[in-house]
């Protein structure tokens, strides 16, 4: 299972760390997408960093202003999003893929993913 953590309020220009932890698997081998859901709207998706770290891929709604990592010690990975906008309110998930790659200009689809978390909320809005 993957449990995410680290959404809430935040005003317009603010910023949010978001986790996502995994139990009971190792993230070792995999690569670890963050997708996001606004009411009424599909799923998409918004970062993603490949199981050995070198690779990354960003939409370019969120390039230059979000930054992924992980930290395999800890069994976890993370979304920093800085300079959000109103535009960025949505539930945010992450999933697991196994040997999954991301590259610059792309990430693996949906269907791809083997894990998936429950969501935490992002609202910002002042």
């Known amino acids: 299972d993957l449990v995410e953590s680290g959404g809430g309020l935040v005003q317009p220009g603010g910023s949010l760390r978001l986790s996502c932890t995994a139990s009971q698997f190792t993230l070792d081998y995999y690569s670890v997408g963050w997708f996001r859901q606004a009411p009424g709207k599909e799923r998409e998706g918004v970062s993603c960093?490949?199981?050995?770290?070198?690779?990354?891929y960003y939409a370019d709604s969120v390039k230059g202003r979000f930054s992924i990592f992980r930290d395999n010690a800890k069994n976890t990975a993370y979304l920093q999003m800085d300079s959000l906008k109103s535009d960025d309110t949505a539930v945010y998930y992450c999933a697991a893929d196994l040997f999954g790659e991301c590259h610059a200009d792309s990430m693996p689809p949906r269907r791809d993913y083997d894990y998936w978390g429950q969501g935490t909320q992002v609202t910002v809005s002042s």
């Open positions: 960093i490949s199981h050995s770290s070198d690779g990354t």
